[in-house]
């Protein structure tokens, strides 16, 4: 019973420094991304599911659960993105009731000048700090704590 407590207690601290740190990482990309793109960090990220798909295109409950959230907050991120001419909507020619997001050329060139942006602000978060030997290690530690997840972004 005690290794169980044990457990649990440092499986709850695992979590809540997983928070923190997401909460820290976010403070630090979100603006930059916001200020030089035009993009929040969320919105980065659904470009990101699109531009590593096949095609660049996924349907919308396939985006659903790459980002982890419901088919109707896909519709609504999807919005300002399809007027901004970075995404499309695009019907299945067999299936009317499917519909897929579609990233465009100029999605693609957004995601690909955001992805330099943010390569940068990953260096300066962990400058200080971290070795190379030490990212890696975080990088390994987080893919296997995401692995089952669908959609690597890496």
């Known amino acids: 019973m005690h ?8 499986s709850l601290a695992a979590i809540l420094r997983l928070l923190r ?3 820290f990482v976010e403070s630090r990309i979100d603006p930059g991304l916001g ?3 035009g993009l929040a960090l969320r919105e980065f990220m659904f470009l990101v599911q699109l531009d590593q798909a096949p ?4 349907r919308r409950v396939d985006l659903a659960a790459r980002l982890n959230v419901s088919q109707s907050t896909v519709t609504r991120l999807a919005l300002p993105l399809e007027k901004l001419g970075f995404v499309k909507r695009e019907a299945d020619p067999r299936d009317a009731r499917v519909g897929y997001v579609v ?3 100029a999605g ?3 995601v690909a000048e955001a992805r330099a942006t943010l390569e940068r602000s990953a260096a300066g978060i962990f400058r200080d700090r971290w070795s190379d030997k030490d990212i890696a290690t975080l990088a390994s530690l987080l893919g296997r704590f995401t692995a089952a997840l669908p959609g690597d972004v890496t």
């Open 3 to 10: 290794y169980i407590l044990a457990m649990s207690e440092t």
């Open 108 to 110: 693609r060139q957004r």
């Open 35 to 37: 200020a030089v793109h």
């Open 55 to 58: 095609a660049n295109r996924l």
């Open 103 to 105: 990233l465009t050329k």
């Open 21 to 23: 740190a997401q909460s």
